[in-house]
């Protein structure tokens, strides 16, 4: 049986990671990320849960997911898969957009009509973007396969507008979550959460749940684990990150990373820097 096995590259100008990764049996637990992810299966069958539905992805297929998204990833045959991805980061391809669109609705959010796209010109496009980033190309070359694939992106996109009936449902959400980014290492309570946002903990748990598909407890570990990556990314040390963001210790932080990313804080930081692990 082969070994699971990545390729990671973090592209200099726009932070943008792309990955080229494969698995054996269980890939990973179920995660969200806070950036889109567009990619390819490229080859095995990719099976994988999403919007509450199962799906597979084979060779050729494209699968689309927005931030937040809660997704899992496993192998149903032998042989494992392979895919390469993109993480776009939100506010970067909000801003980009601005260039396709003359103004970005501030009443709508844009979101993906499908998880799984089979478009032969949509799986071009990213595969030249993908290998254009990946590998360093001229600026110039980098910059029209990203203006290509985000073009191409679009026709798989829709602007959907908010739904007045879960405004207040969404506002004590949105006001938990904001909670749990301006104190994300504290060691933080249900209590807390309904204070800030004025009800009690049970009308809050269900209105988080109904907005993130996610207790407000899982949420803040995947909150911290997307913020681990970002801090590793930058070469901080996995002790100091663990202790920055409340874990109790590497290891609690080396567990979860393990399980969401199937790589170890370690191991991420030194694909992302070439830093050793310790100065």
Known sequence: MAEDWLELHQHGETGIETIRVHFEGHAY????????????????????????????????????????????????????????????????????????????PSSYSLHFSRTIAREPQL???????????????????????????????????????RLSSRVQSTAIANRARDYLHAHIGENIGLSDLARETATDRFTLSRCFKREFHMAPHAWLIQLRLVRARALLAKGELPANVAAALGFADQSHLGRWFQRAYRLTPAHYRRLCTNLPDAP
């Open 123 to 161: 799986v071009r496009a990213i595969s030249g973007a993908f290998h254009a980033l990946h590998s360093e190309e001229m600026r110039i070359v980098q910059q029209n396969t990203m203006d290509n694939l985000l073009g191409q992106l679009t026709e798989h996109c829709q602007w959907r507008k």
């Open 29 to 104: 637990d179920p995660h969200w990320h806070d950036s889109y992810l567009v990619g390819i299966t490229l080859a095995g069958t990719q099976q994988f849960h999403c919007r509450r539905e199962r799906h597979h992805s084979t060779p050729g297929d494209v699968f689309l997911l927005e931030p937040g998204e809660i997704h899992d990833g496993d192998a149903p045959v032998a042989g494992g898969f392979t895919y390469l991805t993109f993480y776009l980061e939100e506010q970067w391809l909000t801003r980009t957009l601005q260039g396709l669109f003359e103004t970005i």
